[in-house]
Every structure is written in C-alpha cells, then in structure tokens.
C-alpha cells in the first residue's frame, strides 16, 4: 500500500560526509539524551541539592548547577584527564606526577580493549543473522583457556608463549561458540536459547576450575588461579599507574581484520549473505550449515580474546568477577556501532571511557550504579533510535534504516 | 443525479515527487470505472486519499455531491467507501464471521459477542450477492479467491456503496479472476459502484465502463472500453508505442539440454508434489509449463535448479547427472535462474544492486581474486549492467529493496543473463510486473532463445505461456499431462487441461483454430 511512496523514482544520494554525519547524529544524540536524562538521576541522589531546596528555591537551583557540572566535570576528567593537571605535570618535569596526570585517558584505552574484541564478537554474528548472546560465557572460557597456558607451560620464550596463551583464549571461545553454532546448522537449535544455556554452564565450569584444578596452591579454596608466567604476559607500556598495553593495538588490529573478513572477501560474502538473506544464499549456492557454524566459531574465538587480553595484559590471573559484563554489554556495543568494526571500536572507546570516569565520580560520592543508569539510558536510546527520532523530530532516512543488521534471526532462523 | 463519487483537482506530493497532479475523477452510480496506469503512477496513492490513509494537499472530494473530508478509514467507511486491498487483512485463525464482524461487532446484551445475527446477515450478503462462502469455516483453510470473497463481505457488511478493489486478480488464478469479475458484476447490477485499480489491459476491457488512465501522478486519457483496444491502452499507459505481442522466428531447435526422467519431488511437507515427471529440453527452444498454481511447477523447479533434493528420477544437464547436485554445481554447468519469488530468493534487499549483480558469480575471477572480492570490477561490471540492460536505479550502491518491482527483475535478468547460459530456468518471470518490463523482459527471454540457449519457462498465465512457448506442457496434480507443439495448442485446449481435464475429453486441439492473446 505505501510501495509508491516508499519508492521515490529519483533517491537524492548524500556525499560521503553528510551519510557519516547522518549515520553518527542519532548515537550521538542519544548519547546526549542519556547525560541529560543521568543528570536527573544525579540531581535526585545528590543529598546537597535536597539541602539547597531546603533553604530556598535559589539555592536548590544552584546546588543542581553545581552537582551536574561537578559530577560529570569529574566524569570526564577522570575518563580523560585534567587538562589542567597535566600542563603543571608537565610544567614540573616530575616523570610519576607526569604519568598520573595522563594515565585517565591511557586507561580508558585499556577499559575499552575487551569491549572492542566482545563488541566485534556480537557485530560478526549479527552481520551473519545471529545474535550471539554468549559472549560472556565464551569470553570465560577462552579467559580460562589462556590462564591455563599462560601459568601452567614453563620455560617457553615469550614469543612464542604469549601467542599461544592468547591463541588459546581464541580458541577456547571459539569452542563456546561453534556448540550453539553447530546446534543450530543440524537442529534448528536457536542460538540466542542456546548461547544462553552455554553461558551459565561457563560460569560454573570456571568457577569449579578456579576453585579445582586450576586454584591458585595455598588461596585456601578461593576461586582464584596461579599468577601467569612472565613469558605470556601482553607488555604494558609504561611503568606504574599506567596500564596501557599492547592489547589495546591488538584489538584495534582485530577490528581491521574483522573488517577485511566481512567487506573484503568472499568469506564475509558468504557470512553477510546469510546473514541478510538465507533464501538468497542458498540460491546463491552458499553452504548456509557451514556459514553458521563458521560465524558462530568465529565470534565466539574475538570473544575469547577479550577474555584472554584481559588476564594476559592486566588481571595477569583469573579471578570470578573477571568481565563486570561486558559481554552483555558488547550486545549494545555492537548496536551503537551499527554491527561495523569502526562503529564497535567508537562504541567501546565510549564505554571504556564512561566505566572509568565512573570511578571518578564516585568519590564525589555519586554512586557508581548512576554510570551505569547513564549507560542503561544510552544504550536504551540508540536500540530504539525511533525514540531519538521522534524527539529530536528526525526524519527517517530509509537506506539508513536499512543498514540496521539484524536478519531473521528472532524470528526462529533457518 | 449527482454522481455517487467526485475527486476534483487532488494533488499529492511527496518530497521529490508529485504523486498525484491535479487529478479530476467521476464514478456514477452502477459502474465500474477502471484506474489504469504502471507500477508508480500514482494509483494507490490516489486510493489512499480516498480511503483516508493521506489528506491530499489540493483537491475536494465529492460522495453524492455533498463536499466531504476523510481523515481516516473510518470516516471512508462512514461515507460509505470500502476497500480491497491488494494483501488481505484477514486473521487466519479467526472464522469468517468472526474476521467479517471485527470492528463492527453484534452485540447481545452484557456485550457478549453475537455470532450467529452475525452469521445470518452474513448468510443474507452471500445469497443476495452470489458471494458463495462458509461463514463458520476457518479463514486460513479458504482458497485464495474465496479470501477475497470475505473481504467483499466485510464491506458490504459495512454497508459500502462505492467499492475500491486494488489490484484484485493479482493473488488469483484465471478462474478465480472470472469468478470475481462475475461478482463485481453482480454488485453493480445492485447499485453499487467500484473503482478498479489494475494494469492489466485484458481485464479492463473485460469488465469496466470507464477507464482512467494515469501516468506520472496525472490522468493522461479517458475513455470506455468500445472506444479502446490493448494497444491504444498500452500506449496511453506507457507513454510511448508498446509492441504487445512478442516478435519471435521460427525455433531453430538444436541437441538436448536438459533431460528428465521420472522425476518424484516431496514439497516441505513431504507430499508428493512432483509424480513421475519426464520431458526434454532442447537448445533453441522455449518449453513453457502451464497449469495453474500449486501443482507442483515449483518444486519442478527446484528440482532441476538444485534448491530441493528429488525423492528419485534422474535430471540430466548437458548429459551430466545434477540430480542430486547443489545449487551452485547446476550453475556452474551453465544453468540460470530466475525464481518465482524474486524478493525472498533472487535478491538480497539490503544489499546495493552492485553486490546483487555478482550473486551467483562472486567467488570467482575476475570478481574474486582468491578470498579478496574485487569491488572495483564488480562496480564497473555492475555499471554497465545497469546501463544495458536499462536498470531504473539512482546508482550501483543503491539498495536494491529501495527499487520497484520491474527493476529488481530486472537486476536478476541482469544477473543471469551476463554470464553464458546453456540453460534459463524462468519461474513466473513477469509476476507483478507492468506492461512495459514485461515487454522487455519477454524480449529478452526470446534473444536467449534465439541465441541457442534451452529455455524452461514456468508460469500460471496461460497468455504469457502460450505467446513465448513452442512447446506447452501441462502440469496437474504433479504430473505432466501432455507435451504439444504451441502452434498445435488452443487456449481453451490448454484451459481444459490445466483444469484436470483428460487429453481424450478435452478433444484434440485442430490446427489453425489458435489465435494469440496477449499477456497484457
């Protein structure tokens, strides 16, 4: 009934920097909505501007000014450093005070690193027509896999002890995703039930390792492992408080290679083909069972990884509270990237930023549950960009709209 | 008497477009007025008005002279404006009482549901206005056409004057068309009036009283049918001298392309929908399968195509046994495909027209240079395709779901036809499309023909089968009825078979009594 209208004979195409900006301004502006919407939050936790009401309607004015731009000044400072701390740094030569002053941005570089690989590990499998809502488990499983290597083989020289511990993470992900992957090619199984089960089954099975075979010798049954070889550790950079590490570049390298693989070759043809349309692939003549099973192994191998750089680069032992969920958090991740590599790596920049300036705004006594308010509001907005549209009065853009992943996949698959 | 319906100056636009430009239309009472005009011209849009979906920007609406605004389907129906629409809006677990009187539910007292007053009025519509049909069956085990008969219902059970039928024959089958032009018959005789939207020309001719051509948002000629032919028609709708029937020399038929033999094929409930099926298919020649929808055409098809595993028999291509071989083995021997759905199986909508045109060639030089797709050469390649082959398309990075319906067929003949075929298999290649792609597409098919390649051509428009074939076997209950030579074939002949008439009944067609319709 609207074919007519939905097939305007002539499509005005945009130059290549209006379409970024097109594609950019709803994250953005959700984005900024959920600041927005935080402040609320913050104004109605924050004991002082309950104390400013108080006295009078002024004061209450201006204990909110203060509290919103105090709690987020202190956000971003601590997401991305004081500039004014770091010219005196600077300014003073002290080579430590120097490092502090920088370390809030580096370390947001190192907050986002497991958010790009877990990111990538969610956008290939949408891009493939599947929503791989295991990342958490594998990222378990391939932190396991690589904790294993990297404490328990002595003697290897660090090259190649460190590429086989983090092989070992890929690997050990890749093994979490290709069972729902291959579940679902014969049977039918749906991924998302599947992935599901998959991840509580890796909750256990590492907490039994750490506390068994895997324990840390003397922890007294605390479910923590032995410290990792020097040898397969990920090298940081810099001396202390600075954690950045070779990870970061890693990942970046990954986001590239996932890229290439999607875009660039046959492979990703195949992947994307199935994942848009399966009918068409299998007209196509593309094996749609080995598609899936592929896609499914590989997003479970990058999940892997953000586990394995995680213990490798910094935790350098595995410990339960290993991710703080940023498996499930990469499903959003992806969303806001628009299930690209460059989207993701965007995306996780975002997050690792606001998860550290989270710490900041904690010792102004803001709670850390209100960051993670903030980030819920975002993540709400951009999974429902209608809600920003209808806001911010956008109108739709209809190849942009399309570029929107998700296939049949809810809809039961194959 | 003022006319039962008015639309005096409506103007739509949308951005870009002007979808409708100062449209005048009168509709009298007990006549069928036929809105005739191409995919896009501005038809539905103009219906939507009427129906309240959109307020036009310019422009008065007339119902029995008295000047009316309709903002919404219920203000149409309250004016006595009810519509068909081209997709029923049927629940298929409802009953057809219950689907009829949703929306304008009897009542008991207490506000329970009264189904059986509702029954019985429905009973009284059916009988009233031949509109044959079972108010207790269930929605999902009617027919096609018998659907359509319950949403005819649904608007006189609303007590709808003026009837708006979008496209109706689309989702039917020939006879399910003449049963329905009987009914809008029928319902006028009554009193009651209707617009008939369509691009087909035969049907027009058959049925209206008026005919409104539109082209481009704007009415473009007015006329009835004894003042008109196809040809003046196509013309007026196209803009442009349209060659209705297609220009093809004599087959030059040559070896043996395709070969099958007892061929059994199980559909996705493992009925047996295929049953011993055996026919040739030569080089130079066009074999066009006739019969109508749902006796097994489609799962042939996807038998010799490799998309459905047969359950035995033997599909020999170019000598070589692809029985049980995969979609891309029958391709790469040089077999094409144009299937049936073009938007679930031949197109991937998301993707731009460029990615389409190598979908069954991607992976291979010069598109692929071991894993690494070659996007340079697709796009150039993809460029001249659209070029050639005369793709309405604002570029090659388009989406190709963002194209109408003769263009996305066109990207598949596109697709198929740049490589060198022995083999097209065509499954209802012109569904949907309008008078001019179908030309084209037509054409096209008979360049194939002529240019040696085995054609295969599947369709349940006996017209678009009896014009292209030189062979026509018919399908029935998943066997094949009989194989003649199309200049030994008459449409009734053919009509009778497809309809389960035995070859000995239906009596042997005489030569010379064929005469050519046209698809349109």
Redesign the interface.
């Known amino acids: 009934?609207l074919?007519?209208?939905?097939?305007?004979?002539?499509?005005?195409?945009a130059s290549g920097w209006r379409r970024t900006g097109r594609v950019l301004l709803v994250p953005a502006l959700a984005v900024f909505t959920g600041l927005v919407i935080g402040a609320i939050f913050i104004i109605i936790t924050s004991e002082e501007v309950y104390a400013g009401f108080g006295q009078s309607f002024g004061a209450g004015l201006a204990a909110v000014w203060d509290t919103i731009i105090k709690a987020y000044g202190a956000m971003f400072a601590g997401a991305l450093g004081d500039p004014v701390r770091i010219v005196e740094a600077i300014r003073g030569g002290n080579a430590l005070e120097i490092r502090r002053a920088i370390n809030p941005i580096l370390e947001s570089l190192v907050n986002a690193t497991p958010y790009i690989f877990a990111g990538l590990a969610v956008a290939l499998g949408f891009r493939s027509g599947l929503f791989n809502i295991g990342v958490e488990g594998q990222l378990f499983v391939g932190a396991a896999a690589a904790t294993y290597v990297g404490f328990a083989i002595k003697g290897l020289p660090a090259v190649i002890h460190m590429p086989l511990a983090f092989l070992a993470g890929a690997v050990g992900g890749g093994l979490w995703g290709f069972i729902p992957g291959w579940l679902k090619a014969k049977t039918g199984g749906h991924e998302v039930i599947n992935t599901i089960m998959m991840n509580w089954i890796s909750f256990r099975l590492t907490e039994w390792l750490l506390t068994g075979p895997m324990t840390r010798p003397g922890s007294g049954g605390m479910p923590i492992s032995p410290v990792i070889e020097k040898s397969a550790e990920i090298p940081q950079f810099f001396p202390s408080p600075i954690r950045l590490h070779l990870g970061f570049f890693i990942a970046l390298a990954f986001a590239y290679l996932v890229h290439w693989l999607l875009?660039?070759?046959?492979?990703?043809?195949n992947l994307?083909?199935v994942g848009?349309?399966p009918?068409?692939?299998?007209?196509?003549?593309?094996?749609i069972t080995s598609n899936i099973i592929i896609a499914m192994t590989l997003s479970g191998a990058l999940a892997g990884l953000a586990g394995a750089t995680q213990i490798l680069a910094v935790n350098r032992s595995m410990a339960i509270g290993l991710s703080a969920g940023a498996g499930f958090d990469s499903i959003a991740l992806a969303l806001l990237g628009n299930s690209t590599p460059i989207g993701v790596v965007f995306a996780s920049l975002l997050f690792g930023a606001l998860r550290n300036g989270a710490t900041r705004m904690e010792l102004l006594q803001i709670p850390n549950d209100i960051v993670s308010i903030i980030q819920a509001l975002i993540l709400a907005f951009v999974a429902a960009p209608a809600i920003i549209r209808t806001i911010y009065r956008i109108r739709v853009p209809?190849?942009a709209e399309?570029?929107v992943f998700v296939g049949g996949s809810w809809g039961g698959g194959k | 008497m003022a006319p039962v319906l008015e639309l005096k100056g409506i103007t739509k636009r949308f951005p870009g477009v002007l979808a409708n430009d100062h449209i005048n239309l009168t509709l009298n009472e007990g006549e069928i007025l036929a809105l005739l005009g191409e995919n896009g011209a501005g038809k539905s849009t103009l219906m939507n008005i009427l129906y309240g979906l959109y307020q036009p920007d310019e422009g008065e609406i007339y119902v029995r002279g008295k000047k009316t605004t309709i903002v919404s389907p219920t203000d149409a129906i309250r004016s006595g404006i009810g519509m068909v629409h081209q997709h029923f809006m049927l629940i298929p677990v409802f009953t057809v009482t219950e689907n009829v009187m949703l929306g304008a539910e009897e009542l008991r007292a207490a506000g329970f549901l009264d189904r059986k007053k509702a029954a019985d009025r429905i009973r009284d519509i059916s009988q009233r206005y031949k509109l044959e049909v079972d108010p207790d069956a269930y929605v999902r085990d009617l027919p096609v056409g018998v659907q359509q008969r319950v949403e005819i219902i649904k608007l006189l059970y609303r007590q709808a004057e003026i009837l708006i039928f979008d496209e109706p024959t689309a989702v039917l089958t020939p006879q399910e068309a003449d049963e329905l032009f009987a009914i809008m018959r029928e319902l006028i005789r009554q009193g009651k009036s209707i617009i008939f939207i369509t691009h087909k020309l035969r049907e027009v001719l058959e049925v209206a009283d008026h005919i409104l051509v539109i082209r481009r948002g704007a009415v473009v000629g007015e006329t009835v049918p004894q003042g008109a032919d196809k040809n003046s028609l196509a013309a007026m709708m196209v803009g442009r001298p349209v060659r209705l029937e297609v220009e093809k020399r004599v087959a030059h038929v040559q070896n043996k392309v395709l070969e099958v033999r007892d061929l059994v094929v199980a559909d996705a409930q493992k009925q047996i929908t295929v049953d011993e099926v055996s026919f040739d298919v030569h080089a130079g020649e066009i074999l066009g399968v006739a019969g109508v929808q749902g006796n097994g055409q489609t799962e042939l098809v996807e038998a010799v195509t490799g998309l459905r595993m047969p359950n035995s028999g033997t599909i020999r291509l170019l000598g070589q046994d692809i029985t049980r071989a995969t979609p891309r083995q029958v391709t790469e021997l040089g077999s094409a495909h144009i299937p049936e759905d073009r938007q679930r199986d031949g197109l991937v909508l998301s993707f731009p027209v460029a990615d389409n045109t190598v979908l069954c060639t991607y992976y291979k030089p010069p598109y692929a240079k071991g894993v690494t797709m070659q996007w340079k050469k697709v796009y150039e390649d993809a460029e001249k395709l659209i070029q050639d082959f005369d793709i309405r398309t604002p570029s090659a990075k388009t989406n190709v779901g963002a194209l109408s319906g003769g263009n996305q067929q066109k990207v598949i003949v596109a697709r198929e036809f740049s490589r060198p075929i022995k083999l097209l298999v065509a499954s209802q290649p012109t569904r949907g499309l309008d008078v001019g792609s179908i030309e084209y597409i037509h054409k096209r098919i008979v360049e194939k023909r002529d240019e040696g390649c085995a054609v295969l051509l599947v369709s349940p428009e006996l017209d678009e089968i009896m014009e292209l074939s030189d062979r026509i076997a018919v399908m029935y209950r998943g066997k094949i009825v009989t194989i003649v030579p199309a200049d030994q074939a008459t449409k009734a002949y053919i009509g009778l078979l497809m309809a389960g008439v035995s070859p000995e009944q239906a009596g042997a067609p005489q030569v010379g009594e064929r005469v050519v319709e046209s698809t349109l």
């Open positions: 009934m074919d007519e209208l939905n097939n305007p004979p002539a499509v005005h195409h875009f660039k070759t046959t492979w990703g043809f994307r083909t848009a349309n009918y068409a692939a299998r007209y196509a003549g593309i094996n209809k190849e399309e570029a």
